[in-house]
């Protein structure tokens, strides 16, 4: 289920706290005859709710500082990248060598070999403008990128005029960045599961037809609106109160 932002899951359990609030303040003449409305119910699926955001966000703090790590040790391979077929080029390394090394490069860079872009059409149910950007048919996943990079760097080693004076594209201390590429994917993936589960269930408490809040919130509001009336202060109170489904 795609989610709405997380400042919009937390706004929606708020504002559900304040509707049980609300209908706590009615005392006895809030009874309805369905128990998931009632009131210990609605205080059980609070708490449900509260607790569910907050396993998302604990779970959130280690993959942004993990993504982040990966990101810092990612930024700077396109120019490194630059750099070593430059470095490659400036051999007397055949021209089929530099050809394939080029081919990778391009592949880890994003680039075509070509000029040509392929037409896109924007989909409108997205937010961005697809038509503004082209199709990449380069393979810029992170496990493409490392698995491309070991290529080059197979590549080179087994290139004998590739021997550079410059320490940050010789062999071994790409060998290096190539561990450190790898390190910092797998700490990614090894918290992506804890977050996505975190979300599922948070989704799940919220969203979930029937039982979840936002279902619930609607059904309390019909069962205040026929207590109390279409024009009453107390149905006015809550009536008022917004909810977003993610979608």
């Keep these: 289920m ?7 899951h937390a706004k929606n359990v708020a504002n559900f706290e304040d509707m049980v609030g609300f209908v706590t303040g009615y ?5 309805p005859s369905k128990v998931a409305i009632k009131l210990p119910a609605l205080n059980t699926l609070l708490t449900s709710a509260k607790n569910s955001l907050t396993a998302v966000n604990t779970a959130l703090s280690p993959f942004n500082n993990a993504t982040n790590a990966r990101e810092i040790v990612f930024k700077p391979l396109s120019k490194l990248v630059t750099r070593i077929i430059s470095a490659l080029d400036a051999t007397d390394a055949t021209a089929q060598v530099v050809k394939d090394a080029k081919t990778i490069a391009r592949k880890l860079q994003g680039r075509r ?3 040509k872009i392929p037409t896109v059409v924007d989909d409108p149910n997205t937010p961005a403008n697809e038509a503004q950007k082209s199709i990449s048919a380069s393979q810029m996943s992170f496990d493409s990128r490392i698995e491309n990079f070991s290529k080059l760097i197979t590549l080179l080693t087994n290139e004998p005029l590739y021997i550079p004076n410059e320490t940050d594209v010789k062999v ?7 561990a450190s590429l790898k390190s910092t994917n797998t700490a990614v993936v090894n918290v992506t599961a804890p977050i996505s589960n975190a979300r599922i269930n948070r989704n799940k408490i919220l969203y979930l037809a029937l039982t979840g809040l936002y279902d619930i919130q609607a059904e ?5 609106k026929s207590v109390f009336g279409a024009t009453s202060p ?3 109170q809550i009536s008022g109160i917004k909810f977003t489904k993610a979608r």
């Design 2 to 8: 795609a989610s709405t932002s997380e400042t919009g």
């Design 172 to 178: 071994a201390t790409l060998n290096t960045l190539l």
């Design 27 to 31: 005392g006895v003449t809030y009874n």
């Design 234 to 236: 107390e149905y006015k």
């Design 113 to 115: 070999a070509s000029d």
């Design 220 to 224: 309390v509001k019909k069962y205040t």
